[in-house]
């Protein structure tokens, strides 16, 4: 099952923190999966690319389902603990994403080299490769933690309650990786920084 399988229709969106835990799950599981694997597919894209992506969304509907009678919604909605199972599936592929960053970062530069000849010179696509580059870079050099609380809040469109709740861990530590990865972006990457938006803190 991947991202562009579901069928619209299925029935009105579940809610914060619906019954996962009743004698048909089939059918409650689709329509969480036509709420939320569309957001979940574009977040996890961002970070490892769209076939990756597929794969991991299958797997984190796959994991909820087996894991079903585990969720709380005391505890959190379920848009975070959908997210928390993907993050802790994207774990596993941090060495490959990291690798995949630092790639990007000597691609980029390597072009910004043939860009600059007269020939096809533009400031705009040099501009362009620059904040790709550095941005890139910067991602890469972050500790994974840091990175987790940028991308769900930058490219995942989590607020901080979500966030901590997704990787949990207290909303105070999500607010202070923020401001301390923000800190560091601005000091080290300026240009970077205007690539990432903030979500809702």
Do not use: C, K
Not at 117 to 127: D, G, N
């Amino acid at each position: 099952m991947t991202a562009n399988s579901a069928e619209p229709g299925q029935g009105p969106p579940l809610g914060d923190d619906p019954d996962l835990s009743g004698p048909d799950p089939g059918v409650v599981f689709g329509r969480l999966f036509d709420d939320h694997a569309g957001s979940l597919h574009a977040y996890l894209a961002r970070r490892v690319g769209d076939q990756t992506a597929d794969d991991l969304v299958s797997e984190t509907f796959l994991v909820a389902l087996q894991r079903r009678h585990t969720y709380d919604p005391t505890r959190a909605g379920v848009r975070p603990w959908l997210y928390g199972i993907a993050g802790n599936l994207l774990r596993r592929h941090v060495r490959q994403e990291v690798r995949g960053w630092q790639a990007r970062a000597r691609m980029v530069g390597a072009d910004r080299v043939q860009a600059e000849s007269p020939e096809v010179r533009t400031s705009e696509r040099v501009t362009a490769q620059q904040q790709v580059r550095q941005l890139a870079g910067a991602l890469a050099a972050l500790e994974p933690g840091d990175r987790d609380v940028l991308l769900l809040t930058s490219w995942g469109r989590l607020s901080s309650t979500e966030v901590a709740q997704a990787l949990g861990i207290p909303v105070g530590t999500v607010h202070s990786r923020l401001h301390r990865v923000r800190r560091w972006l601005r000091s080290h990457s300026p240009v970077a920084t205007s690539g990432m938006e903030d979500g809702d803190a």
